[in-house]
């Protein structure tokens, strides 16, 4: 009897070890959707199109950036544009620097939500903060950025609040 508790100890220990593996070499959405919004915020500090336009949908929904007022959208037709307005905005954030603060993120299905604040920070200025709400699709095994939304621009005081 003894040796048959020692044998389903072992087993237990095993299977454990086998569950806890698994779990460490599978990687879940929001530990997907997270490596996106780094591999964003690093293409986009360093105005690399090349690495930012594969994150984004242009195949299926397309790509829309709302800030304020301004609403456009881009499909892959309008591959051009899209890189044009992309390398203006790395213009703007020429010598700075880009951190996504308290990201949170919302999955629900084949489609998401990351909620963070961007924060544009320059030698001698105050930092620049700005809530976004980045909307996502699952495409395979990835996801793709179908919307930027910047909810408002907000000073570094109120980033902090």
């Known amino acids: 009897m003894r040796r048959v508790a020692i044998y389903a100890v072992v087993l237990a220990l095993a299977g454990g070890a086998v569950a806890i593996g698994i779990d460490l070499l599978v990687e879940t959405d929001e530990e997907r959707i997270e490596k996106l919004l780094d591999e964003m915020r690093t293409a986009a500090a360093a105005s690399d199109t090349d690495r930012l336009v594969p994150l984004l949908d242009l195949d299926g929904d397309g790509f829309q950036i709302?800030?304020?007022?301004?609403?456009?959208?881009?499909?892959?037709?309008?591959?051009?544009?899209?890189?044009?307005?992309?390398?203006?905005?790395?213009?703007?954030?020429?010598?700075?620097?880009?951190?996504?603060?308290?990201?949170?993120?919302?999955?629900?299905?084949d489609r998401a939500h990351a909620y963070f604040r961007l924060v544009l920070r320059r030698d001698g200025d105050p930092d620049e903060s700005v809530p976004v709400d980045l909307a996502l699709r699952r495409v395979g095994d990835d996801w793709r950025v179908t919307r930027f939304r910047a909810l408002s621009r907000a000073s570094s005081r109120s980033a902090r609040r």
């Open 66 to 109: 709302d800030i304020g007022r301004d609403h456009d959208h881009f499909d892959a037709s309008e591959l051009d544009l899209l890189e044009e307005r992309l390398s203006e905005a790395g213009e703007w954030l020429h010598d700075g620097s880009l951190q996504l603060e308290s990201p949170t993120i919302d999955i629900q299905g």
